[in-house]
């Protein structure tokens, strides 16, 4: 195959959208399967997974491929929910073209619109498929006005409804002005798509404007295909993947229209910060890129690979991004949902999967040449995990397996991160939200027989003082033998906020021995973590240690590092220390008409709006801060506040001092705790 003949295409769009149906369809029309699945029956190609069986919606992307007429189509199918939708970005970079799904009955959505613009600002080729034409009580020619007003006047329709809706009237291949249609004319529709297609090409514009001269497919494909790189034009096709219904005309637009890796834009690679061109030449030297990692409790860990440049082979020797890592190709596959097939090659243009080298990672780089080392693509930008749970083993001696499991869900999953919180001894795993983190966990049980219990993180609170003070200790303690000695003066000043901890040693004379200084401050060090009133850490603080005493015989390490922990504890108590709370900013995108309930929501969490700004036609960003402690349940609220549509992300600001019942009841649960 080669690589004129090739089609990459993502199908993304809402849940419910029919995504998964269609491919099926587009399998079965194609003769790549002799049985339609179902959904209901989980038994369609790309819906295989004990999840996507269970949701009835799929979870995971799937590429599939099948032969049309000359040509070998690369579909994607994704997954549609609002948590998942890194895992629908993230195989931008394997294609040339995002078909976007939309529900007849439905429209498009919010999630339609992130993942729509998001293949404009990767330089896709755009593809609109107006799905479950056969529907009862809809209007597609209302719909179509509402795609236009949404993404731009150059959604064009390259064919349209018959008047039953049954059927689909091709405008652009063969068209019949004198066959009906539901809407508009075939011939208006066909006059559209010619103007906007010969505004690049000067000379078919005169032929086609100065001499009255029709223009065939052929004429028009090489401007067709200029227009689909710069965004000058979205066709919109008709279909029913229920009754077949625009099928194969689908089938025809896909093969004949859709760009080859020749003629889309060029994928964005970078060296450093330099941009490099790949050549798509089968002599040149091999670059892939790994744009999905699924790991297979048979056979292991499944990269699914890119091929830009050279061939592909098994026995390959390849390098992984920097070139420090190299591999060699031991079995080549052709995946099919959870078929696999065995190949001996893939071309430039194709796509792949490597098996069993665990060294490859989603957005790995691989090449066979050390002229391509930190060869990279432009970063996806997937939107930032904000939902976080505790994990921990429920059975004690889990805890490496947990480790273990943690590592395949982030390596499959680049909207998955996990983290390690060492001071409270936690382990975060974040999703974009919380049916994200369900299926995760989910997996964890099903697929790795690892049970886990979860619990909300914990508030890193963070303590201080208001003012100066200063206290000494003396710790003597004689138990027969060889006793202890060891006091400390010690002063203690606020500093401002942000500014740390500064230990100073204003020692003279050698009231205190210069090698018992590290102990004194060990000791007031121990205090820093552990806190004064609540359990801790205290920041913003000086500790100046000016005096003591010491015994040439009794005076030892530890007896420094406990009178240092009494002075300071003693002189906190007097500096009237405080409870500090995070703060964070807050950037929250949500439909216009939404902003009013989220600026009430905030409000009541103790949350302050600085600023507004619009993104889109009806969407606003809104930048605002916010105590971390109000919200810890915000995934679930603004889903509710926004009709599923809105999303946050959140960075630490600064800390502030918490209310005062605030620290009452902090307080209290610690000296309860302490009690116990």
């Known amino acids: 195959m080669s690589v004129e003949l090739i089609r990459n295409i993502a199908f993304v769009g809402q849940s419910g959208s029919g995504k998964t149906s269609l491919v099926e369809r587009l399998l079965f029309e194609s003769g790549a399967i002799k049985t339609l ?29 099948f032969c049309w007429q000359k040509n070998q189509l690369n579909l994607i199918d994704t997954p549609g929910a609002g948590d998942l939708i890194g895992r629908a970005m993230s195989v931008y970079p394997a294609v040339e073209t995002v078909a976007l799904v939309v529900d007849a009955s439905a429209g498009p959505a919010s999630l339609s619109d992130q993942l729509f613009q998001m293949a404009h600002d990767h330089k896709k080729c755009r593809l609109i498929i107006i799905n479950k034409i056969d529907a009862d009580g809809i209007n597609l020619h209302t719909l179509l006005a509402q795609l236009k007003e949404r993404y731009g006047s150059q959604c064009l329709p390259i064919n349209l409804p018959d008047p039953g809706g049954n059927g689909v009237v091709d405008c652009y291949f063969e068209p019949d002005p004198d066959e009906p249609t539901l809407f508009s004319t075939v ?86 910060n330099k941009p490099v061109t790949v050549s798509l030449n089968e002599q040149d030297h091999t670059v892939g890129h790994v744009f999905k990692v699924s790991v297979d409790p048979y056979m292991g860990r499944m990269a699914f690979v890119r091929i830009f440049q050279g061939v592909l082979t098994p026995d390959s020797q390849l390098f992984i991004d920097d070139g420090k890592t190299s591999f060699k ?42 002229d391509e080392d930190g060869l990279h693509l432009t970063s996806l930008n997937l939107p930032a995990p904000m939902y976080s749970l505790v994990v921990h083993p429920a059975r004690r001696g889990d805890e490496q397996k947990l480790s273990d499991v943690l590592k395949k869900l982030t390596s499959e999953d680049p909207s998955l991160q996990v983290t390690h919180r060492v001071r409270v001894n936690e382990t975060l795993l974040t999703g974009i939200g919380e049916f994200h983190l369900k299926i995760a966990l989910e997996k964890m049980q099903q697929q790795y027989k690892l049970d886990v219990q979860t619990s909300v993180p914990s508030i890193d609170y963070r303590e201080t003082i208001t003012r100066p003070a200063e206290a000494h ?122 902003i009013g309930d989220i600026s009430g929501d905030l409000s009541s969490r103790r949350g302050m709006i600085n600023d507004s700004q619009p993104e889109s036609q009806d969407r606003t960003l809104i930048l605002a801060k916010a105590p971390l402690t109000q919200l810890q349940d915000y995934s679930k609220r603004i889903k509710s506040l926004t009709r599923g549509e809105g999303s946050f992300s959140l960075s630490l600001s600064h800390f502030e001092p918490v209310p005062a019942p605030l620290q009452q009841q902090l307080t209290e649960e610690h000296r309860e705790g302490d009690g116990a």
Request: proline share 5%.
């Open 187 to 272: 011939e208006e529709a066909h006059d559209a798509l010619v103007d906007q297609v010969i505004e690049v090409d000067e000379e078919l514009m005169e032929l086609y404007l100065e001499q009255g001269q029709d223009l065939s497919p052929q004429q028009l494909h090489a401007p067709f295909e200029a227009v689909l790189r710069d965004g000058q034009l979205i066709p919109v096709c008709f279909v029913s993947a229920r009754s077949g219904a625009g099928v194969k005309q689908l089938l025809q637009v896909m093969s004949e229209l859709m760009p080859s890796p020749l003629e889309s834009n060029p994928p964005l690679f970078y060296s450093g």
């Open 329 to 370: 190709v031991g079995h080549l596959y052709q995946v099919q949902g959870k078929q696999r097939r065995e190949i001996q090659r893939a071309v430039s243009g194709d796509i792949c999967a490597i098996a069993k080298i665990d060294d490859l990672q989603f957005d790995s780089v691989i090449h066979n040449s050390h």
């Open 37 to 65: 699945g179902e959904l209901q029956r989980g038994t369609t190609v790309t819906d295989f997974d004990r999840q996507s069986i269970d949701y009835q919606h799929s979870v995971e992307a799937t590429p599939v491929n």
């Open 473 to 594: 200790h003396r710790h003597k303690k004689q138990t027969g033998g060889a006793g202890q000695f060891g006091e400390v003066y010690l002063k203690i000043n606020p500093l401002n906020r942000g500014e740390g901890f500064k230990f100073v040693n204003k020692v003279v004379g050698g009231a205190i021995p210069g090698q018992f200084i590290p102990a004194v401050e060990k000791g007031v060090r121990q205090i820093l973590e552990e806190g004064a009133i609540a359990g801790y850490p205290l920041q913003d603080l000086e500790v100046i240690v000016y005096d003591g005493k010491y015994h040439s015989v009794d005076s030892k390490e530890i007896a420094f590092v406990s009178a240092a922990r009494k002075a300071f504890l003693e002189a906190i108590k007097q500096a009237d220390p405080i409870i500090l709370e995070p703060i964070v900013d807050v950037k929250i995108l949500v439909p216009s008409d939404c």
